[in-house]
Structure formats: C-alpha cells, structure tokens
C-alpha cells in the first residue's frame, strides 16, 4: 500500500484506516522493508500518515538517508569506471541495479542499490579484469582461485567475477563483472553483449529480458523491489510486444514476465495491451503468482541450496511447452555435472577443478541434504 511515489487522498485515508484497525508489528514492518529493499518508499509515504510511531518514522529516516548517499556513491564511482572502460575502448553496458537506478527510477535514491553490474564481451573479459586491478580492485578469494588455476577456467567454467574496492571508512565498492548473464543455468540459455548489440531498436525490451531472467528465474521473484524495478523499467516505454512476448516465449520466461507483469498492475496500475491483460489474467499466471507470493513473507531469502530446487521447481512449472520442460530437466543434471566449484570448509574456501568435477556433484548434494535437514528440524 506505500509502494507509491506521491500517495493520493483517497489511498492516505485508506492506509490510515487499515492501520488504525490492525495491530501492527513495527519491528517487522522495518524487517521486511529492508529484506524487500523498500524503506526509501516507506519513508516517503509514511511520514504523514497517522498512528505512525514516531521512533519508526525516525528509523526510516536514519536508514533512508544512509541508502540515500550510498546510492550517490556507488553512481559516482559507476560513472568513474564507465569512462574507465570508454577510454580504453572497451565496450560495456551496465544493467539491473545501477542502471535503473541512473535511467529509469524517476529518484535515483528510491533505488537501494547493491553491487554494481556490468556485462563487457567475453573478449574483453580478461583485459578488463586487469584493467580494473590496475585502478586497485581486487578480486574476490573464490575468484582469485579460478585465475589461478588459468585464463581459459575463468572464461570457460565462470560468467562473471567479483571484484572489490575499499574507498572510505571500511566501505567498498562491488562490481559484478559479466561476459554471460544466464537464463536458469549455462546450459540453458545465456545472454551476451553480442546479443544486447543484435537488438539496436530494441533496447528496453532487451533491458527486460535481462532482468526477468535475473530477477525472476535466477531470484523467483522473492522480493518486492523486483517488481518496482520492472515496473519503472517499463513504464511510460514504447513496447514491441510481439517480438518481446516472442523472445521470451523462446527462452520459455513468457510466464514469468506475466507474473511480474501481474504485479506490476495490481501494485502501480501498470497500463498493458488488452491481449496482454487477458495473459496476465490467466488461471495458470494468477498459480504461479500464488506460489511466488509465498516467499515474500519469509523473514529471511532463500538461498544456495533452497534457492536452486526452487529456480528448477518454478521455472518448470512457468512452462506451457513440454520441450521446453524437458530442457529444464535435463540442464538441471548437465550443468552441475563435470564443472569446477568452490566449498567453503570452516574459513577456507577449497577450489575444486573442473576435471575432479564429479566430485562436487556429491558434495552439492550432502550440503543439499543437511540444508534441508537443519530447515526441517528449525519448522
């Protein structure tokens, strides 16, 4: 109900009517807003609301405004390193987080940004990690163990690397560095900036597709910033429909944009075509939001173990087509078969290569198994 730029009359009094008829746990209220990255929103719609504890409000507003200067930082030393990579001619293009935030979030302080994402060709790969070592980011360990063990591991066995950069008062900036954004797995479908560039005339499409695949099947939807993130994506956008619902129905994510298209509507009145309404309001969308919903109640995200048995689970059930079903099945096996991993053992993190790969297949699924193991006994 505060998902809101400016609330209106009408929507002040009706949260002012709902909180004065439920009791509210305000300590959770700012637990799940800062899970779902949402107190930027909250701060702005609740300060002039009544029944509002003024020591929430003042949380808010201590938490709205660290996020606030985080945010300028981490888009100033975004535009530092964008004209890094310009003047050494390498091409990039930066998308999810900073990207929305510098392009599409009519306040950039509204979006609570974490690492900054930039997807450079797999050519580039290499030299830009240098380059950026160079001007004094440092990969992470985990990273570092896959450079040993050579270039090709990196470019062949990763997507993406993690790089750091201390600037002030124990602070850092975190670039995720890409050459492959993936669809569900490798093996499955994978996003390059050579595909970005096929698509001149399609560039906000191209930005969706980009981030559903994070966003809802890397992230099932799990929190509800993902939905803002879409939304102001796509609003006031000129959308090819056919060919984005072409695109999508392709790497089988048709289902997954409804959903967020779903919430999207109900949440900011999102206009869409009638065809597309229709497609949202489907009886199979309208289960799959059921279940994605399920998640956003949680105090905490799933994650590693939880996380992939759920990616595989939603995404197979987002699909209408059997082959494309079956695919999900089959690269679920594949791409967790033959490749080199990293386990943490107490502080340690042991890299095993890609040659010893079978190895992890059994270690994933003990630490599977205990997770599952330690959740069950927690309920």
């Not at 070592?133 to 062949?156: E, F, M, S």
Request: aromatic share 14%.
């Amino acid at each position: 109900m505060a998902c809101r730029l400016e609330l209106q009359p009408d929507q002040k009094n009706q949260l002012s009517d709902f909180l004065a008829t439920h009791s509210i746990d305000w300590d959770r209220v700012y637990r799940q807003a800062d899970r779902h990255r949402l107190i930027p929103f909250l701060y702005r719609s609740l300060q002039n609301i009544d029944n509002i504890p003024s020591a929430f409000i003042d949380q808010l507003r201590h938490s709205y405004k660290a996020t606030a200067i985080d945010g300028m930082v981490k888009i100033q030393q975004y535009r530092s390193v964008d004209t890094l990579l310009s003047a050494n001619n390498i091409d990039h293009i930066a998308f999810k987080g900073i990207y929305l935030s510098e392009y599409c979030y009519p306040d950039n302080s509204l979006r609570i940004s974490g690492d900054i994402d930039i997807l450079v060709s797999k050519d580039d790969a290499l030299s830009t990690i240098r380059l950026l070592q160079a001007n004094g980011y440092l990969l992470t360990k985990k990273h570092t163990l896959y450079v040993n063990d050579g270039d090709g591991r990196v470019l062949n066995d990763l997507y993406e690397v993690s790089l750091f950069k201390a600037i002030f008062n124990n602070n850092y900036i975190d670039i995720d560095l890409h050459w492959n954004i993936v669809c569900f797995n490798k093996d499955f479908a994978t996003f390059d900036l050579n595909y970005i560039r096929s698509f001149p005339c399609y560039h906000t499409e191209v930005q969706i597709i980009l981030l559903v695949a994070h966003h809802g099947v890397t992230n099932i939807w799990q929190k509800i910033y993902y939905i803002n993130d879409l939304y102001f994506l796509m609003n006031n956008k000129d959308i090819d429909w056919p060919w984005l619902m072409s695109q999508m129905r392709n790497y089988g994510m048709e289902r997954i944009l409804l959903a967020g298209l779903y919430w999207c509507q109900q949440m900011w009145d999102l206009t869409l075509p009638q065809a597309i309404l229709d497609l949202v309001r489907s009886k199979e969308v309208r289960q799959l939001v059921f279940e994605y919903e399920k998640n956003w109640e949680l105090d905490t995200e799933k994650e590693f173990s939880p996380l992939v048995l759920s990616q595989f689970r939603y995404f197979a059930e987002a699909q209408s087509q059997l082959s494309k079903k079956a695919r999900i099945y089959s690269t679920f096996c594949t791409s967790r078969v033959f490749r080199a991993s990293t386990f943490r053992i107490g502080k340690e993190i042991v890299y095993i290569p890609k040659e010893f790969g079978l190895i992890t297949v059994f270690v994933r699924a003990a630490r599977s198994f205990m997770a599952f193991f330690t959740t069950s006994r927690s309920v």
